[in-house]
């Protein structure tokens, strides 16, 4: 399994697993998905990219991991709540990538806020940084 494969599952478990998110997003609309239209709202874990860190070990990536949020409304107040519900939920404790991998650090670097051009639709856009080691 790949580094970037164990951050997902991470991930998703930590969401599913955390109150504040899905008080917000059910869990069954937590998906790895690519099609639309998405679950209102949604999270659909994307894209993800990893870096080799060979300047720390051999073994050792950062997985940049991004978060989709959907939610049909006219502003942005809903994904900005969900996206400070991921944020909390991710820094509440470093998600468990699972065996053969050892979580270094975990944190949102970045999130972005867009209106799709429905007019209907808020998108936001979360990225998590991991640096993940996989155990020799």
Known sequence: MS????MQKALRDRFVATVTVTDL???TSILDRNSRPNPDPSIIIG???EVDEQRLARN????YS???IW?????LTGVKAIAAAIRAAVHSSRPDPGTGFQLGDCYVSGTRYLRDPDGETAHGV???????SEAL
């Open 3 to 6: 580094a970037s494969l164990a």
């Open 25 to 27: 997003v059910p869990a």
């Open 47 to 49: 894209e993800d990219q």
């Open 60 to 63: 050792v990536v950062r997985v």
């Open 66 to 68: 991004t978060i989709h």
């Open 71 to 75: 939610k049909k409304e006219t502003g």
């Open 126 to 132: 979360v990225t998590i940084e991991s640096m993940v």
